[in-house]
């Protein structure tokens, strides 16, 4: 069974440099990713500011969606998930997960480190025709400690909660060091999908075969996610798709002036297909 599957991360529906509402262009945008199972951080709740000022707006593209973005981002064929992280007196945000699939129930798993960042996992146990597929949406915080931490919370509630079932993790997990990807793979039993997509060029080689030298003995090259981060031109690998029991066919990272006007992070949409 083939899944398309996309994370993004919509910075609340608003600009980056400005903060005036993108809310209409991204649902278009999500629609074009065509995807079964779509991640999403940093999404409006509610909002009563931008309600208040956009909810009448003549102009479309400024225009505020009385329902919560994660109603109003679903097509007709998909059903959605909620975890309320961050809560202020006019809304409040958090993650969301739009699935093709059944929803067979969603939790949301607080791992907030400290006062000045609320932060949540939220797992859904999605309804597939091959079985019960365990989706976890994730945004880690801005600090490492925090983040190691938060791994460690996700690695025991994944453990727990997965019972040896197909698994996908997706989200922003702001570690621009890297240093999280080798602990979840160790753990979790998990490959990132860009690990085995690595761009392969056989010309050192071809050079030393044409001096009539053996060329010496390949070394594994460095698995990194891929860059995403700021949208407009990225280079911080900062947003991940995790899985297990799944093979991917490809992935690709969703960048240029269209994706740096919606969000500050360009999206990654991938194609897997149950092992």
């Not at 065509?34 to 999403?40: E, K, S, Y």
């Not at 931008?50 to 479309?60: I, V």
């Not at 059944?102 to 597939?128: F, K, M, W």
Request: glycine share 6%; charged share 25%; net charge positive.
């Amino acid at each position: 069974m083939k899944i398309r599957v996309a994370t993004y991360n919509i910075h609340k529906g608003v600009s980056s440099l400005r903060s005036t509402p993108r809310v209409i262009a991204l649902k278009k945008a999500i629609a074009e990713f065509n995807a079964d199972i779509v991640f999403l951080q940093e999404v409006q709740g509610r909002h009563d500011r931008f309600q208040a000022r956009y909810g009448k707006e003549d102009h479309a593209h400024r225009h505020w969606p009385e329902t919560a973005q994660y109603d109003y981002f679903k097509n007709e064929k998909h059903h959605s998930a909620y975890g309320m992280n961050a809560v202020y007196d006019h809304g409040h945000h958090g993650n969301a997960l739009l699935s093709a699939f059944p929803i067979e129930n969603s939790h949301n798993h607080d791992v907030s480190d400290h006062a000045y960042e609320q932060r949540g996992i939220l797992h859904c146990v999605l309804n597939t025709q091959a079985g019960k597929v365990h989706c976890y949406v994730v945004h880690l915080g801005l600090f490492e400690g925090s983040r190691g931490r938060q791994a460690d919370a996700l690695i025991e509630h994944v453990n727990a909660s997965s019972h040896g079932e197909p698994v996908i993790i997706a989200g922003d997990f702001n570690d621009w060091r890297n240093t999280l990807s080798d602990r979840l793979r160790n753990a979790l039993g998990v490959k990132e999908v860009f690990d085995e997509l690595g761009p392969h060029s056989p010309l050192g080689d071809m050079v030393r075969s044409w001096a009539g030298r053996q060329p010496p003995p390949r070394r594994q090259p460095r698995l990194a996610p891929a860059r995403t981060f700021p949208a407009m031109l990225p280079w911080f690998r900062l947003d991940r798709i995790y899985v297990r029991g799944f093979k991917v066919d490809n992935a690709q990272v969703m960048h240029g002036p269209l994706w740096a006007r919606l969000s500050d992070h360009a999206p990654i949409v991938a194609e897997l297909q149950l092992a």
